[in-house]
């Protein structure tokens, strides 16, 4: 672990500054901005916004993987900025950080367990998206969504091949639609057969 960009980002986030985070090695271009919400010496949580200013969902990645830092230059100053004129406000996923053994990445699987919330996992070059069934510091349980948004089975993932949790992004906000969407058309293919078996005479030989 990168101890220098662990107290960077922890100070950081005591700031409250709102920060660059590089930590994709594969696109080393390529960069999340936000503010770190809550860390711990393995994992920290950022809400990420747009280039507007605009939240744009929630991320958990690792601090092993951060190789550069950008704050207080003209880019995070702007969105600092589009924040304090913004309206809306951030719906925090964890509370205030509190004294707990447990790591910042169980706590929030657990968070999310409790309020049924829709989560993205990327493992290696793999997305999965559902929710928490069950979860300990070795294993997370996951009722797995397909790409339209149907119940598509469970699956097991060890914690420790988990390289990003994203939630409350657009891609969670699709699978919330699909599903309700999904939902609803099942609902009404029941309520058309249930009519259809009331119409049906039992005497009726067919």
């Known amino acids: 672990m ?21 930590s994709d090695s594969y696109h080393p271009d390529d960069f999340v ?3 770190i919400e809550q860390m711990d010496s393995e994992h920290f949580l950022i809400c990420e ?15 092993q993987d951060v190789f550069s830092v950008l704050y207080g230059e003209e880019y995070e100053e702007r969105i600092r900025l589009m924040r304090t004129l913004s309206e809306k406000r951030i719906r925090r996923i964890l509370p205030q950080e509190e004294n707990s053994e447990e790591s910042l990445l169980l706590r929030v699987f657990r968070q ?32 797995l969504l397909d790409y339209f948004g149907n119940p598509d089975g469970e699956e097991t993932f060890e914690v420790r091949d988990i390289g990003i949790v994203q939630l409350r992004s657009g891609e969670e906000w699709m699978y919330r639609e699909l599903e309700k969407w999904q939902n609803a058309e099942r609902l009404k293919r029941e309520e058309t057969e249930g009519k259809s078996d009331e119409n049906h005479d039992p005497d009726d030989v067919p």
């Open 2 to 22: 990168n101890n220098y960009y662990a107290y960077l980002l922890r100070d950081l986030m005591e700031r409250n500054q709102i920060v660059s985070v590089y």
């Open 112 to 143: 999310c367990q409790v309020t049924k919330e829709i989560i993205t996992l990327e493992i290696g070059m793999e997305g999965f998206s559902g929710r928490v069934l069950d979860c300990n510091s070795l294993y997370l349980t996951m009722g």
């Open 33 to 35: 901005v936000g503010r």
């Open 49 to 63: 916004f747009t280039p507007w200013g605009e939240v744009d969902g929630y991320r958990i990645r690792r601090v």
